[in-house]
C-alpha cells in the first residue's frame, strides 16, 4: 500500500504561518506587536522567525534565524479571553519563564490544529 508523510500529521511536528505577539516578557507586561511569523513545532520547542516579505528563507539556510523560541514544558495553552485580543481564533500561550503570547490564524482549521499539537506537545512533556 502507499502513503503520504504528511509532516504536519505528528504533533511534535508543524510549521506554518501565524500571526504572533508576545503580551508578558519575564512576567512583565510588553506593548503588542502583531507579525506575521513563520512558525515551527519541533519536539517541546516553538520557534518563530519573520515570516513573508525579504527573501525566501528557512531556518535550514544561511540568513535566517529563529528570532525566538519557546520552550513548551511546563506551560499552558488556552484559548484567549475576549478581552485578550479583538481578533478571532486567538490562543494564549504562557511560559514557565513568565512569557506570554497570543498566537492567531484567520483560518480556524488552521488554528484548530495548532491548538491540538499544542495541547498534546504540553501534555506529553508536562513532567520534563
Ligand atoms: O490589547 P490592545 O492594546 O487593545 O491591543 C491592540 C493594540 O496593540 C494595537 O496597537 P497600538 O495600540 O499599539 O496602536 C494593535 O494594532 C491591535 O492589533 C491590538 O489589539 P488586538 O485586539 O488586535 O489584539
Redesign the pocket.
Known amino acids: 500500500s502507499t502513503y503520504v508523510l504528511d509532516l504536519n500529521d505528528k504533533p511534535s511536528e508543524k510549521c506554518g504561518v501565524l500571526n504572533v505577539t508576545k503580551i508578558t516578557e519575564n512576567g512583565k507586561k510588553v506593548?503588542?506587536n502583531?507579525t506575521s511569523s513563520w512558525t515551527v513545532l519541533q519536539g517541546y520547542s516553538l520557534l518563530f522567525a519573520k515570516g513573508q516579505g525579504g527573501s525566501t528563507s528557512w531556518f535550514g539556510g544561511n540568513q535566517s534565524k529563529p528570532e525566538f523560541t519557546v520552550d513548551l514544558r511546563g506551560g499552558s495553552v488556552d484559548w484567549a479571553s475576549k478581552d485578550k485580543?479583538?481578533?478571532k481564533h486567538v490562543i494564549e500561550l504562557k511560559t514557565r519563564q513568565g512569557t506570554e503570547l497570543l498566537i492567531q490564524s484567520e483560518i480556524d482549521s488552521v488554528i484548530n490544529d495548532w491548538y491540538r499539537a499544542l495541547t498534546e506537545t504540553i501534555n506529553t512533556h508536562a513532567w520534563e
Do not use: E, T, Y
Open positions: 506593548r503588542k502583531w485580543s479583538s481578533k
